[in-house]
């Protein structure tokens, strides 16, 4: 019997130690691709932009002919061969990385991020390399008060002088000491008007009678979700009281049996496709969805809905600020800007960037319904993050424990 | 100094095989383990990290806050009538399985009782707080996981045990393994794909004229994702300790009289009883620390502790609370272990 025992405990080892080899292999897949799941919109987001590429080296090369070569590369003598450039995943078209190589010599490379808390923790860390990153108004604001950013010499872009002033000096960095404007875009509800009888005016359509129970979802994003809710019940999205939090609270537990998910990944195609026939959408979103399904329409609801913006920053520690500063001004140069903005279908600051814009670009933005209005803007919210604002992270605790 | 003894030769061999193993254990356990538990007692700092000052909130926060802490005496009244209720609906067929094997009804009401106590807990930790609910939640689908991966797993273990050809045998068991060829994220979108409200399952549904269902998003989602991804780690070591089981046993207690049920209990499943025990705690580890599985199938509707640990170390900006749970999680996978599996067959895991 103890033979049987010894020898059975080492067959036994063995098989622990055979599935576990496989255990560990499967784990080391999940921990690189641990991504994708956040960033499986990509295949839609690189679909979208196939129109504008062939229009992309037409206004790129009439441009060095114009210019002296310093103008859109700054000093050779200062100029690094090669930066590192953090950015959000899908939101550069990779052949402004090319263009900037073959014009100005410096090799840029791309590491990218599906989260802002992702890239302030890589900041934080230190000596990360990056010397230039592109991360969200609030995650600025953070990065900018922990002293991780440097601040930005604005005579080496000379091009700032292109922004629109409506998108400078934002709450998160009055002065633009820290950052300059990347693109900007809103977040609202999008759905397929086929799905609607009358089209929805309000985030009633998810927080009261959703008509289309178990085909919307929501974002998944505390602040976005917990402050549509508030704004829902008359209360500002950067309402911190805790009794708002709690009708909030009680609104979205009483929504979430009608919610398909809470996806900030996948929603894009499941529009598309009609896995959902409505979410609450970002804007540029909407309209990747849109260039597939042209039934979406997209609207900031009633009571209101965000404006964000991501910025373009310098961490503390970059190794080559000034070829970063070189880099940010070549984005912000007109053509650049366009193939930018053509790319994320965003809004761009950039106020030369419009005209150069195709029609294609613009078709989405009509027929999606992302036109920017005036009138939009008013009811448009900028989200404010700051320790005060710890009681959003409680609020969502909450509505992820619910089972 | 008189040279080394042939025993402390011995030792120093012994000392220098185990020292990279120690070394890496050290390392990537020891040291991050510790470094949790002293993170869970420092503050909180915004857009991550934290600050190097000592407190106690992160666990306060776990002990007292969340919504259903107004959870009181009326809690503790559902949980009692609960555990009563669990445990009489479990004796009628415990008892009567406990006299059909002939064995002590007395067992059959221990067991009974433990299953009334365990209800009651659930209860009480589902409704004290946010937190308790999550891993009670998160420990009662992996018990679930694992029943079901067992009642799967053993019929095709035996089957595939059966087969007279090693070719057939080896053929069947690489089929059970080919799915880990694929990289697990592929394998859940597959499945999301596949219940989604516009996939093949839907598609078939109502070509058969009924109406579409949703599957997507659904606690039934969950539980599906986490047999599927655990299956196979049941499968393996239920073969293995098949293939070692002396057959000629169960013969025996046939040749003696015993009824099949009988033998099935009193002789195959202790013979097998190694396999059972690492097949269960993988299973039931594996699945309780899913982050994937209710990600993707749950829609972030239905979450499990890691979940709960992301949204801390990401989005909340509270590792604190974060390494708080993460300790508290250890804590009860370790406990709970140690009790069902530990004290009894902890050896077999070795």
Redesign the interface.
Known sequence: MYMFTKR??L???L??L??GA??A??CG??DE?AA??TT?AAPEVTAAPAEPEPEAPEPEQPAPADEPATGRCGDPSRLGDSINFLNWADYIDEAILEMFEAECGVSVTLDTHV?N??A??KV?AGNSGYSLVIVTDY?IG??A??GLLAELDLSEVPNAANLDPNQMDAYYDPGNVYSLPYQYSTTGYAFDTTAFDTPPTSWSAIYDQNPLC??S?LL???REVIGSALAYLGYDWNETDPAAHEAA?DLILEA?DC?????SANYIGNLA????LAAMSWGFAAGIAYLDNPNIRYIIPDEGGIIWQDGMVVPADAPDPYTAHVFMNYMLEPDIGALITEFTIGYTPNLTVPPLLSDGYFDVVEGSGLVLTDEIRERLTWQV???SH?IF??T???V???? | MAPATSAQRRRRRVAALLAPGTTWITLTYVVPGALIVVYSLLTPKLGGGVIWELTGDAWAEIVSKGRRSDAGWATLGSAAIRAVAAAALATLPLAAAARYLRRSVRGALVVAAAVGVLAGVNHLAGAYNNYTAVFARSVVWSVWATVLCIGLALPLAVFISSRRSRITKNALLVAVMIPFWTSMLVRTFAIRFVLSNTGPLNNAIESLGLERQVFLNTRFAVLLGLVYTALPFMVLPLYAAIERSDRVQMEAARDLGARPPQVFVDVFVPLIRPGLTVGSVMVFVLSVSQYLVPTLLGGGKTNMIANLLDLQFGEAFNWPLGAALATLFSLVTILSLYFVVGRRDGADLL
């Open positions: 059975s405990a067959l036994r080892l098989a622990v055979a599935v496989v255990l292999a499967g897949e999940d691709e994708p799941p499986a989260a808390e992702e302030i923790a934080d995650a953070i990065m008060d922990q178990g085909q979802s998944e994003d505390q609270l979430r919610v398909s998910g809470f996806d496709s009609g896995e959902v993050r700051d320790e710890a992270a409680e969502w605790s909450e992820l424990s619910a089972g």
